[in-house]
């Protein structure tokens, strides 16, 4: 019998015969792990396993190969601060949503979950939500090996005036070397390259080109998927709260 225990956030869930649920956690240690929730969804154990909520964890599976099974216990609910305004409902759906369907399966990315429960935690406050869900895109990016270098640009090798990033290439391109191209590159907002704060709508441009590495790169590279439909709910969320 193999066994873990660790704490996480739940990702997703689904049903599995008539009483249990599959449940996709994300911990430190063990990444995207599945297991099986035996009764899941009893009224006593249902409210627990969901999207975004912190729980402990105990895994057990017969061999490694197998899907295992979880036992669950509640560690912290996200459901107050996620239901208390459609921005962090919007926002805790998005990130769920994400990580379910790009991160590899019992992989582990240590920072990329301190990041993700960081974020998590600042549900609820509208005022400072977007600005660290854009640094969260960025660090997912990062992680997952997509990361755009917006140090200088990649034409003329310098570091003033770089408004554009190169699709291609994800390095920062500027206004003099963009040229009769510029209508082919992605924007580059001062908050994107880590210039204080942002209003929302500056927010949500940027978002524009870290959602293009998300969709064309990163998630291209795991086959023919769909940007999840739930980021472009947050982005209108965000839009709207401008």
Known sequence: MIEWSDEGAILATRPFGETSVIVELFSATHGRHAGVVRGGTSRKIAPTLQPGAQVSATWKARLDSHL??????PVRSRAAAAMADRLALAGLNAVCAILSHVLPEREAHAPLYDRTIALLDLLGQAEVWPLAYLRWEQALLDEMGFGMDL?????????EELIYVSPKSGRAVSRTAAGE????LLPLPPVLAGQGDASNAEIVTALGTTGYFIEHRLIKSLGDRPMPVARGRLIDAISRSA
């Open 68 to 73: 295992g099974s979880f036992t669950i216990e």
């Open 151 to 159: 140090s200088q640009c990649a034409v003329h090798g310098v570091n």
């Open 181 to 184: 191209w510029a209508d082919r």
